[in-house]
């Protein structure tokens, strides 16, 4: 962990130093999924067996699970796991549930009434990623608020393992969720098949879900060709604000959790205390040993960054800066700079709330806007799964009242047909009321 | 206006009715706006200069809008036009402010809070286009909200006119919204100074606002590049189902208001009544003569396509299979529709509620999804310049009836490190106890 004093810095400086890596070069990655999307779009199912083949290492006759399947998974993964996850998905439907918006009437003038309605997004694919973890926790995250907001059809992609089958505790999340269908598909070809369809995936209306590289580049590449995704992705990140009361082992622990996602995973401390960013270093070097993926999250801990502050209001404004994922802040009655964090994805307050709390069980969601992408972006909530409508109704009265306005504002744009749609309808009025 | 049979034609015949044309091929548009984008990074102020002599055919040597030549535009908008404006903000503002958010808190476990708390997008880039028509409806359908949402900085950008001027009508409307910035720089090159910032032009977080296929193709390539855009952009249009009893001048009028956008608008007319159709084609026919755009709203109608249909509940499937960007129902008591309609920007229902009413005056936005996007994505409302932030807060208790929960989801996801963050928290808890 390399240490940066924000106090004798330029403004050059702390910007440097609080860039994140470059996006690794895409290299051929750019054209190999679009290779990967072409050949979906053009031969459907048989794409997709043959580059599951490939890059799964399975033979796949039936591309969607079967109940059967479900059946099974819900016997094998054991009542704990089942009564854990059951736990988890009641949290995040308690804070969910509470985002349901509220349709909307103003009447803004005499006879104008103007209504905002929400719609579920018909239908959605959820990606769910396979390679070094399973992650059941990610069904729960997009499960549950797909199925708040009402959408008519959920489809589920998600790799399959080497032996053909998946993951039961993705199954299980899946069938609490209660997801219309779930695919043996993953990467690229997955994301291509919900953009597309095929003969046995379903073409939906927007996409959501963290994946690696190839599925990150999917996702922009269908994007920019107008299929709607949930938000751009980069690389998960951390940061954790502490004062000199945080507990380093804590500090530490939470950095680690971090850490251990992925070897560009990023890793900020910012602390008004100089001496805990040695006793955190010390904590980060004794936990890290004990872990199984102590490899991947000492790759990660290499280019991480403590920075040093004069005050903790000092740290909340590098965070806002930063515009992190995750915040954590453990300093003295953390939650008295709630009203100053601008900028970032979730926020952890105080020593007993750890990003694992939220990453799992605690009802907030884990889809969060990493990359800076915070300063604009918003993680998913129930909102995310529908879209607004907006509906007017003028009556007689109303239209009499706020014509002559409108046709002024037409006659400065120089739009005669848009004021026109206005006159003929005045012309109609007023013939009505002269014969009366 | 080609006529389409809805009854006897196969599911393929129907999509191709509806399918929109191609987006007219970029042929080197996607390089020369690159270039443009790489010269303003690179270059800032002088490139905004060299290209606004290009493009607009101004030398300019201040890019911003003086106090001065605000004054000057209040002066020359006249009274009327002004409490046009003023009565226009003030719809806008009362439909608006009754869709800003309320945080939320809910306690899902005990000593487990979790909180969803919203945050305006701090800097925001607001683009008006120039070119056939000045635009400062516009103006107010981008500044209201973003004012109600509380952005710190709001910047506009919007091209000079050939005496180096803004519109008056332009700048009057950005006065009255409190506008901080409005730079006279269009097209691409106004994204790029957005996106990238230059001397003069602040960097910002979004961007907002139409603009041509320069502007379009610009904020597209910022976007996936990571900059934050409103909506994908595609041209204007417009759906009407009418019944037999419709008033065919207004619906004609309707049609022409939408055909006047541009040659590539789109205009569909669906209805239950085959008579309707050919009334309403004589009447655009007649009133198309009047209107001094009437060669591009010939183009547009060239294009377009009357359905007809067995009954207005079908016409509504026709509608939410389309998704139209503006949808007008002029069939007999047209609210009780409402709750089917599914895929819109923003609906008018009945003889009094002309298209031109929301485009200006009525207080809905009228920057709206088009081009099918109206499957997932919504309008401009105050939630498109704000974010969401979750915040939790675990108690000692809350981490001690919470913990074992996420220390099984972590283990089945093999994520140790988030296990032990856990973990450690439980031990400390454990030790306090057994001391005391």
Same mark, same amino acid.
């Given at each position: 962990?390399?240490?940066?004093?924000?106090?004798?810095?330029?403004?050059?400086?702390?910007?440097?130093?609080?860039?994140?890596?470059?996006?690794?070069?895409?290299?051929?990655?750019?054209?190999?999924?679009?290779?990967?999307?072409?050949?979906? #779009?053009?031969?459907?199912?048989?794409?997709? @067996?043959?580059?599951?083949? #490939?890059?799964?290492?399975?033979?796949?006759?039936?591309?969607?699970?079967?109940?059967?399947?479900?059946?099974?998974?819900?016997?094998?993964?054991? /009542?704990?796991?089942?009564?854990?996850?059951? @736990? &988890?998905?009641?949290?995040?439907? #308690?804070?969910?549930?509470?985002?349901?918006?509220?349709?909307?009437?103003?009447?803004?003038?005499?006879? /104008?009434?103007?209504?905002?309605?929400?719609?579920?997004?018909?239908?959605?694919?959820?990606?769910?990623?396979?390679? !070094?973890?399973?992650?059941? !926790?990610?069904?729960?995250?997009?499960?549950?608020? !797909?199925?708040?907001?009402?959408?008519?059809?959920?489809?589920?992609?998600?790799?399959?393992?080497? %032996?053909?089958?998946?993951?039961?505790?993705?199954?299980?999340?899946?069938?609490?969720? @209660?997801?219309?269908?779930?695919?043996?598909?993953?990467?690229?070809?997955?994301?291509?098949?919900?953009?597309?369809?095929?003969? !046995?995936?379903?073409?939906?209306?927007?996409?959501?879900?963290?994946?690696?590289?190839?599925?990150?580049?999917?996702?922009?590449?269908?994007?920019?060709?107008?299929?709607?995704?949930?938000?751009?992705?980069?690389?998960?990140?951390?940061?954790?604000?502490? %004062?000199?009361?945080?507990?380093?082992?804590?500090?530490?622990?939470?950095?680690?959790?971090?850490?251990?996602?992925?070897?560009?995973?990023?890793?900020?401390?910012?602390?008004?205390?100089?001496?805990?960013?040695?006793?955190?270093? &010390?904590?980060?070097?004794?936990?890290?040993?004990?872990?199984?993926?102590?490899?991947?999250?000492?790759?990660?801990?290499?280019?991480?960054?403590?920075?040093? /502050?004069?005050?903790?209001?000092?740290?909340?404004?590098?965070?806002?800066?930063? &515009?992190?994922?995750?915040?954590?802040?453990?300093?003295?009655?953390?939650?008295?700079?709630? %009203?100053?964090?601008?900028?970032?994805?979730?926020?952890?307050?105080?020593?007993?709330?750890?990003?694992?709390?939220?990453?799992?069980?605690?009802?907030?969601?884990?889809?969060?806007?990493?990359?800076?992408?915070?300063?604009?972006?918003?993680?998913?909530?129930? %909102?995310?799964?529908?879209?607004?409508?907006?509906?007017?109704?003028?009556?007689?009265?109303?239209?009499?009242?706020?014509?002559?306005?409108?046709?002024?504002?037409?006659?400065?744009?120089?739009?005669?047909?848009?004021?026109?749609?206005?006159?003929?309808?005045?012309?109609?009025?007023?013939?009505?009321?002269?014969?009366?």
């Amino acid at each position: 962990m390399r240490t940066f004093f924000w106090k004798n810095s330029t403004d050059e400086q702390r910007q440097a130093a609080l860039k994140r890596p470059a996006q690794a070069n895409k290299g051929d990655l750019t054209a190999k999924v679009a290779e990967i999307l072409a050949e979906v #779009k053009a031969n459907g199912d048989t794409a997709l @067996r043959s580059f599951t083949a #490939k890059f799964d290492n399975v033979e796949l006759t039936a591309l969607e699970v079967s109940s059967a399947e479900f059946a099974a998974a819900k016997k094998s993964v054991g /009542v704990g796991a089942r009564e854990a996850l059951e @736990r &988890a998905a009641a949290n995040i439907e #308690k804070f969910h549930v509470a985002q349901i918006p509220v349709n909307q009437s103003v009447e803004t003038e005499s006879g /104008v009434v103007c209504e905002r309605q929400f719609r579920p997004v018909s239908r959605v694919g959820l990606y769910v990623p396979g390679g !070094s973890a399973c992650l059941p !926790s990610t069904v729960l995250m997009l499960g549950v608020p !797909s199925r708040l907001a009402g959408c008519e059809l959920r489809v589920l992609c998600t790799p399959p393992r080497k %032996d053909g089958s998946v993951d039961p505790f993705i199954l299980e999340a899946a069938r609490l969720c @209660r997801i219309d269908k779930v695919f043996k598909v993953g990467g690229a070809q997955a994301i291509a098949a919900l953009a597309y369809g095929t003969e !046995s995936v379903p073409k939906v209306d927007k996409i959501f879900g963290p994946g690696n590289s190839w599925v990150t580049e999917a996702k922009e590449q269908v994007a920019s060709a107008g299929a709607a995704i949930d938000m751009p992705a980069g690389p998960s990140e951390v940061l954790v604000i502490a %004062d000199a009361n945080a507990n380093p082992v804590f500090v530490a622990a939470d950095l680690l959790s971090q850490a251990e996602h992925g070897p560009d995973s990023q890793v900020v401390l910012v602390t008004d205390s100089e001496e805990m960013v040695t006793k955190v270093q &010390a904590e980060v070097a004794a936990q890290l040993k004990q872990l199984p993926r102590e490899t991947i999250a000492a790759a990660a801990l290499e280019k991480s960054l403590s920075i040093v /502050v004069n005050t903790i209001a000092e740290a909340i404004a590098v965070s806002n800066q930063y &515009a992190p994922e995750h915040l954590i802040v453990q300093v003295d009655q953390a939650a008295r700079y709630k %009203d100053r964090i601008l900028n970032a994805g979730s926020v952890f307050l105080g020593p007993w709330s750890p990003e694992s709390a939220g990453d799992y069980a605690s009802g907030t969601n884990h889809v969060l806007p990493t990359y800076g992408f915070a300063r604009a972006y918003s993680g998913l909530s129930v %909102d995310s799964f529908l879209k607004q409508i907006t509906f007017q109704e003028l009556t007689e009265k109303g239209i009499q009242g706020l014509g002559e306005t409108i046709e002024i504002l037409a006659t400065i744009e120089r739009l005669d047909a848009h004021r026109n749609a206005v006159s003929v309808r005045l012309a109609a009025l007023n013939q009505a009321k002269e014969k009366a």
